[in-house]
């Protein structure tokens, strides 16, 4: 396996053809037609789609870690001459591509048919803080991967995760007490900085989106350099001190 190749592996082994894509994405889709199609309240439209997002980068990155260490490929990667924690930054890469290409749909519906401007602005801002928040949400799941020790417990971590997540992003109703709290942690978590984007959109509230667009251009330039192998592993000193000469 060539490291060049890591990132691409990692997502053609994720999509697994052109039927798996479809199913995937179709999946996603499936669940998120209803926030977007229903006739809801415009925070309860934003907030399932950013649970949406939660769900399939967080959970899905969690049960897809420990069942990569299971299957053996956590193995095989080791032994690629890299460091560990550049393998496991190259996975949350390939994961949030993937996640990325499944949670476009429904995101893109939703603006489609909710945003009362449809300004480029709001697809840049919605699309940038999509990627970020699910660049952040492998990461997590790499952290839950490695702290499980079965498939069951992925699970359990996983969903665990995906609640505590949601509701400190101001997603879920919680009692008026918690409100300060939610408020902080929504200000601070890319997920609730995401639904906010898509309520503002439908609201028709200009949405910032310099910050977002800056973040889907680092996204797509770190993606094309790891997939195209740049930078390249390092290679070792020959043994013996000097060369011939």
């Given amino acids: 396996m060539r490291v060049a190749s890591l990132v691409a592996l990692e997502c053609r082994a994720a999509l697994a053809g052109p039927r798996g894509a479809a199913v995937r994405v179709g999946a996603t889709l499936l669940l998120g037609l209803p926030f977007a199609l229903l006739d809801l309240p415009l925070g ?16 899905g990155s969690t049960v897809a870690g420990v069942r990569r260490r299971e299957d053996g490929r956590a193995d095989r990667l080791r032994l690629l001459p890299q460091p560990r924690w550049l393998s ?8 949030a591509a993937v996640d990325l290409v499944q949670v476009a749909p429904p995101l893109a519906l939703w603006l489609a048919l909710r945003a009362a401007d449809g300004g480029i602005g709001s697809w840049l801002a919605v699309a ?14 790499a952290v839950l991967a490695g702290a499980a020790r079965s498939g069951a417990e992925a699970h359990l971590l996983g969903a665990l995760a995906c609640a505590l997540l949601a509701a400190g ?3 879920v109703p919680l009692p008026p007490r918690l409100g300060g ?9 890319p997920v609730g900085v995401l639904a906010g984007a898509l309520r503002a959109a439908g609201e028709g509230t200009a949405v910032p989106w310099g910050g977002s ?8 330039a770190a993606f094309a350099a790891r997939a195209a192998g740049w930078p390249g592993p390092r290679t ?4 013996g001190g000097r060369g011939r000469h």
């Fill in 213 to 220: 667009a800056s973040v889907l251009a680092l996204f797509g």
């Fill in 236 to 239: 070792p000193p020959p043994r």
């Fill in 169 to 171: 992003s101001g997603l």
């Fill in 181 to 189: 709290v939610v408020e902080a942690g929504a200000a601070w978590s």
């Fill in 88 to 95: 496991t930054a190259d996975g949350c890469l390939a994961g």
């Fill in 128 to 141: 940038g803080m999509a990627a970020g928040s699910l660049l952040f949400l492998n990461g997590v799941g």
């Fill in 44 to 59: 309860a439209g934003s907030a399932g789609l950013a649970g949406l997002v939660v769900l399939v980068g967080l959970f």
